[in-house]
């Protein structure tokens, strides 16, 4: 008689912040008796919060060497298989993900594809401008600036080059305090005349949703590091050099990037379940997809409204992290037979960085703002970093 063919394995659809952690735990709860696969179309984890250091980018010529980790060396010491494939399509009711290297069957799903950039419809915005939501589009954005900063000495009567930054989240905060603070001449090698940066929120309020005293704080110090800020009036349309507002008016720019917000990526959006804000899963309380058991959505991808709260969760790593442990811990829960249990979402606090060493910070009891809250950013990046690199999970703050 020949043995039983393998059990369909566990999927984890994307390395980021959530796939990483929600393998790295299933291997764990399971002692390894689950087989797990790990799908993503690089073979590194991208350490995605810290793409908003295009100085930091620039200067290191082109090297990515500190904003990834191989995968392989994540996993070097567990079982979880690595492969490197693009998703390009999911069917829930076959159990069947499809990849650019083939078909593959899944025992459990959990789908951690993260999110892309929404351009709301507004025509020509995704051309003509930048973007820091993947290594990628954060590489060029700095070979951009530094090639733009080449090419504005300090020349008598010279304007200096307009850097638009459209977005007044913490993503879009933090891009423009530290383009406007980076020295520019040092990087380039020439006398640079440093760059003029307005960050353009919108109709919606500058760092919506952030606790008030953070929001005064990140105001203040946004100021010192020179940024303009323009409230109020969304952008139109974007042309070569321009951004059309809503009121009517022009805003000439040398570069534009586009922090205006993120919705799910077009292979989740088109899958046949409750859908949320810009096509984010609306995932129950166990963060299972309903009417498919065993398929779990985890991080950007979905929308999740904590029932008790009625809040919802933020689009960040520190969530992504936290649904994850509990989405793993479900996942070896279905396999056991066992009961599931629902995701409860607390923050720790939130850190924006806002350029020269400095940063505004509210965290679960206390405001801290200046360099204290700048070096804790700092030093919850490298802790994450390390311990990744270790191969060990870690959580956020
Ligand atoms: C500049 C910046 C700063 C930030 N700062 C912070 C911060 O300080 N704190 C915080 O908590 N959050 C921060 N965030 C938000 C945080 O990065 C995201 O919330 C987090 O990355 C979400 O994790 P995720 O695993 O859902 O998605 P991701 O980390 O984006 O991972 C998704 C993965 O899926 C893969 N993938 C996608 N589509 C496919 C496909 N079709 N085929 C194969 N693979 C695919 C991608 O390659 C990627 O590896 C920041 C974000 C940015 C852009």
Request: hydrophobic share 45%.
């Amino acid at each position: 008689m020949s043995p039983p063919p393998p059990p369909d394995p566990v999927v984890v659809l994307g390395a980021g912040y959530a796939g990483l952690t929600v393998a790295h735990e299933v291997h764990r709860r399971s002692r390894g008796r689950l087989p797990i696969v790990l799908v993503d179309r690089h073979p590194v984890h991208v350490l995605r919060t810290e793409l908003y250091e295009v100085g930091r980018l620039a200067r290191d010529g082109g090297s990515t060497d500190a904003w990834v980790v191989p995968l392989a060396r994540v996993f070097e010491r567990s079982a979880v298989e690595c492969r490197e494939a693009a998703v390009d399509g999911i069917d829930l009711a076959g159990r069947t993900v499809h990849l650019s290297t083939g078909p593959l069957r899944f025992g459990s799903l959990a789908v951690c594809l993260g999110s892309v950039a929404a351009y709301y419809g507004v025509p020509g915005a995704p051309e003509r401008t930048h973007q820091v939501y993947r290594l990628s589009g954060a590489l060029r954005l700095a070979r951009t600036i530094r090639d733009v900063e080449h090419g504005s000495p300090y020349l008598p009567g010279e304007r200096r080059p307009r850097i638009v930054v459209v977005g007044g989240g913490s993503t879009g905060t933090e891009l423009a305090a530290e383009i406007a603070t980076v020295d520019w001449s040092r990087i380039t090698g020439v006398d640079a005349r440093p760059p003029d940066v307005l960050l353009l929120t919108g109709a919606l309020p500058f760092l919506a949703g952030f606790p008030p005293a953070l929001v005064g704080h990140a105001r203040a110090l946004l100021g010192r590091a020179g940024v303009g800020l323009l409230h109020g009036v969304n952008v139109n349309r974007v042309e070569e050099g321009r951004i059309h507002l809503e009121d009517g008016s022009v805003l000439a720019a040398d570069v534009i990037v586009w922090c205006a917000g993120l919705e799910a990526p077009p292979i989740v959006r088109d899958l046949p379940v409750p859908h949320g804000r810009g096509g984010r899963l609306a995932v129950d309380p166990t963060l299972e997809v309903p009417g498919h058991p065993g398929v779990f959505g985890v991080g950007d991808v979905v929308e999740f409204r904590d029932p008790s709260s009625g809040m919802l969760a933020p689009g960040t790593a520190q969530a992504a992290i936290a649904e994850a442990r509990r989405a793993a811990q479900n996942i070896v829960a279905r396999a056991l037979g066992e009961p599931l249990a629902p995701f409860a979402y607390r923050e720790r606090g939130v850190i924006v960085a806002l350029g020269l060493g400095q940063g505004a910070a509210a965290l679960r009891h206390v405001t801290i703002w200046g360099s204290p809250a700048a070096l804790l950013k700092r030093a919850v990046q490298r802790e994450y970093a390390r311990s990744v690199r270790r191969g060990e999970p870690s959580s956020l703050l």
